[in-house]
Structures are given as structure tokens and as C-alpha cells.
């Protein structure tokens, strides 16, 4: 294992060097300027569809709002509990704020995303709507660049098991052992019982279940968070202080924080603001390619605030928590930090409300991370390969909860960027399309989308 452990921690620094980051930020910062900064112009438009968008006005299978909630069911999981918490522990209080920067020029990643997967989307052999990277770099592309098609499934298709599935569920297990002594296998027993119950009935049960779960406890927690930030209000001024001075100066060592170097700020803030919101990483589009909307451009508006609520709001709320209640220099890591967080300022309370809502979120995260993977292989196998995929899924998930945490972060960590590149190359190429569809929707006031 040590050896193993060696070997993808010496890929991962490859991967999440300087040109990975570089792409990331760049790309999603050509297409924020080449959009004219339109999705954070437009994003009170976004909210306003995705009201008007809860029963679907178009072909496909699930509603906007659910292809939404499918999408969030994804990104809103461990990476907003205890991916944010080992962010503000690698990197100090200034990764929040590369955190930040990583979700607003993704708002326009992750539209151009959606708009494209709805242009290029097609049909299975079943009738439903299948699409994301790797058909938009089929139908877009052309043949010339047709190999990152498999390229993108393949690395989605193996990443799928360690950001949405065993990631997830050891998260869960570790939490639920921390916080009320269950037996990791135990709770991956669960688990894997209450996924097969879902995603064995396809995209529209998996959407129907997000739809309800995502929406109630984001809102929760949200809420909880704030109330942990009231309390802790004399120190907000401080916190905000210490996220935008150390995003540029390095974090000196204070309590059980060993301190940081800028590079430790940025490359964690982007690692694992990218790990909790998946902008660039091409997943959310396979989700809101089977929605039922007018357009390619009213998808991509609805889309892009899955990025905001995620990051902006939710791992805001996640890192000022950490950092108000001066928790980030206890030496803690992971959910571990965020739960120390909350249960110094709701004593007795704070870390069952961290163990109820990771449980939640990771739950999501496992089914909407399952149809992400069971389209990725169906690109290579066809509809034939569904069934043994969700029943390998299943299987799966209990082998994570009881798995090395260290080691399954570091491989979800590093498949994240690999997954990354073909997407990030595509998005770049395709990007006058982009720009053409979006021109011609504000142009007619919205009035001549076609799926």
C-alpha cells in the first residue's frame, strides 16, 4: 500500500501543478471574459429560471430543477464538510479565498458545460437522453479530436469510484464511528442497501430522491452554519482579514497549525474547491443533458448555480465557521475540523449536525456520482452494461467505508485532474460555440431555443 501511496502522490503533484491550475483558472477565466462576465451578470436570471424550470418545458427525462438537484446531489458531499476543512488545514485561511476565485470564473465553466451537452446530446438504444464531454467532443469536435471522448470516460468511469463513491462513503463511516461508535462496515452496509434502493430505478428515481434530500438539508445546514456564525460574530471582521491577507502572504504556525506557504493557499483552495463544486470537471453536464428544457442556454443558466450555491454559499459558510471559532489551529483535519467547529459553538449539538449532514450529503453524492459512471461506461459498452454497473456500484460502497482515508483522498484528488484535462480542452475548442448560442438567445430575448 505504501508503495502504491508513493506512486499516485507522485502523479498527484504532476497533475496538480502549476499547468493543471493554469487550465483550471484560465479556462474558466477566458470563458467568464468571453461571455462578457454574463453568468454573474445574469445569475438573478438563473435563479429565476430554475423556479419556472421545477416541471420541465422540453424534451428529456427530469426536470431543470432536478437535473440541478442531481447535479448538486453530486458536487454538495464531503467536499463541503471535510474537503473545505482540509483545504483551511493544508493551506491556511487563505485557500478559502482561492476557493472563491475557483467558483466564480467556474460559474462560466460550468454553464458552457451544460450548453454543450445539451447541443450535442443524443439517444440511447433505450430513448433516454445521454450526454456530457465525452459527446460533445464526439459531435462537436469531429474526428480529429474524437480520442478524448474515451479519454474523458475512462478517467470518468474509474474517478466515479473515488470522488463519488468510496470517498463518500468513508467519509460517512468515519464520522458515524467518531460521533455515535458504528462500525464502519455496518454503516457501508446501509448505505450500500439505501443506494441499490434508488439508483437501480434509473435517472428519474435518483432525480426524484434529490429533488427532496438536497434542497431540505442544504437548507439546514445553511442554517445551522449561520447560527454558528452569529455566535461567533465578534470574529467575523478578523476571519474575513485573515482569508484575503493569507491568500498572498504565507500562514505563519499558531497553536496546532503547522503553517503554510501561498502556494500551499492557492493550490489546495483550487484542489478542493474544484473536488466540492466539479466545475471543469465535466460530470455536472452528463446530468443536465437528460433535463427537460427549451434550450441549450437556459440549461446553462440553471447550471451554473449549482457552482455558486456550492462554493460561494455553502463551503463559505463551512470555512468561516472553521476559521471564526479559531478552530483551524487546533491541529484537527477533515470533517473532524468542522465538527470541533460547530461543537465549540453549539456545545452538545454541533457535531451530531455535522454527522447528520454529511451523512446526507455523501449519501446524494453516491447516487448522483452513480449515473455520472454508469454514462461513462455505457459511452463504451452501450445500455447492456447498466445493470452490472449500478449492482458493482452497490458493492463498492461498503468496501470504501472501510478503507485507508488517506490514501482514497489522494486517489480522488489526483483522478479529479485527470478527468479534468479532456473536458478543459474541449470547453476551450468549443467555445465559440458557446459564445454564438449565448449572442443569439440574449439577442431574441429568449425566444429562440431549441434543443
Not at 435563479?47 to 446531489?73: C, D, H, V, Y
Not at 445551522?224 to 471582521?237: K, M, P, R, T, W
Not at 474575513?240 to 483552495?269: C, D, K, M, Q, Y
Not at 458557446?434 to 449572442?439: A, D, E, K, M, S
Request: charged share 10%; hydrophobic share 55%.
Amino acid at each position: 500500500m505504501e508503495t502504491l501511496s508513493g506512486f499516485v502522490g507522485q502523479i498527484n503533484s504532476i497533475v496538480w501543478g502549476p499547468l493543471m491550475l493554469v487550465l483550471i483558472l484560465g479556462v474558466g477565466f477566458f470563458l467568464q471574459v468571453g461571455l462578457k462576465f454574463m453568468p454573474i451578470i445574469r445569475l438573478g436570471m438563473g435563479f429565476s429560471l430554475l423556479w419556472k424550470g421545477r416541471e420541465g418545458s422540453g424534451e428529456g427525462q427530469i426536470s431543470p430543477f432536478n437535473a440541478l438537484m442531481t447535479s448538486l446531489s453530486a458536487t454538495i458531499g464531503t467536499g463541503n464538510i471535510a474537503g473545505v476543512a482540509t483545504a483551511v488545514f493544508l493551506g491556511g485561511p487563505g485557500a478559502l479565498f482561492w476557493m472563491w476565485m475557483t467558483a466564480l470564473v467556474g460559474m462560466a465553466t460550468k454553464y458552457a458545460e451544460a450548453v454543450l451537452a445539451v447541443k450535442y446530446r443524443e439517444r440511447d438504444a433505450l430513448g433516454n437522453y445521454v450526454g456530457g464531454p465525452m459527446y460533445y467532443i464526439k459531435n462537436g469536435l469531429g474526428r480529429r479530436w474524437y480520442w478524448l471522448a474515451p479519454l474523458f470516460a475512462g478517467f470518468g468511469a474509474i474517478a466515479g469510484f473515488g470522488i463519488g463513491n468510496t470517498v463518500q462513503a468513508n467519509s460517512v463511516a468515519d464520522v458515524m464511528d467518531t460521533t455515535f461508535g458504528l462500525p464502519p462496515l455496518l454503516t457501508g452496509l446501509i448505505l450500500m442497501t439505501l443506494t441499490g434502493a434508488v439508483i437501480l430505478g434509473g435517472i428519474t428515481r435518483i432525480a426524484s430522491v434529490a429533488g427532496k434530500l438536497v434542497p431540505l438539508m442544504a437548507v439546514l445546514y445553511i442554517l445551522a452554519g449561520l447560527i454558528v456564525l452569529l455566535l461567533n460574530i465578534g470574529s467575523l471582521g478578523t476571519a474575513f482579514g485573515l482569508v484575503f491577507t493569507h491568500a498572498f502572504t504565507p500562514t505563519a504556525a499558531e497553536g496546532g497549525f503547522a503553517g503554510a506557504a501561498v502556494w500551499a493557499a492557492i493550490r489546495f483552495g483550487v484542489a478542493r474547491g474544484v473536488f466540492s463544486n466539479e466545475a471543469g470537471l465535466g460530470s455536472a453536464p452528463i446530468a443536465h443533458a437528460a433535463a427537460e428544457t427549451r434550450g441549450p442556454v437556459t440549461q446553462g443558466l440553471v447550471a451554473m448555480l449549482g457552482t455558486f450555491i456550492d462554493t460561494i454559499i455553502v463551503c463559505t459558510i463551512t470555512g468561516l465557521a472553521i476559521i471564526a471559532s479559531g478552530a483551524w489551529t487546533s491541529g484537527e483535519s477533515g470533517a473532524g475540523l468542522t465538527s470541533l467547529a460547530f461543537e465549540q459553538t453549539l456545545p452538545g449539538l454541533g457535531n451530531y449536525i455535522i454527522a447528520a449532514a454529511l451523512s446526507v450529503f455523501a449519501f446524494t453524492t453516491i447516487l448522483g456520482w452513480s449515473f455520472y459512471g454508469e454514462k461513462c461506461v455505457e459511452f463504451f459498452f452501450g445500455v447492456k452494461s447498466l445493470l452490472p454497473f449500478r449492482l458493482l456500484w452497490c458493492i463498492a460502497v461498503p468496501l470504501g467505508a472501510m478503507a485507508d482515508l488517506g490514501f482514497v483522498w489522494l486517489l480522488a484528488d489526483t483522478l479529479n485532474a485527470l478527468m479534468a484535462v479532456p473536458n478543459l480542452i474541449a470547453l476551450a475548442l468549443l467555445s465559440p460555440v458557446v459564445f454564438r448560442l449565448t449572442r443569439a438567445y440574449f439577442a431574441s430575448g429568449g425566444e429562440t431555443e431549441s434543443a
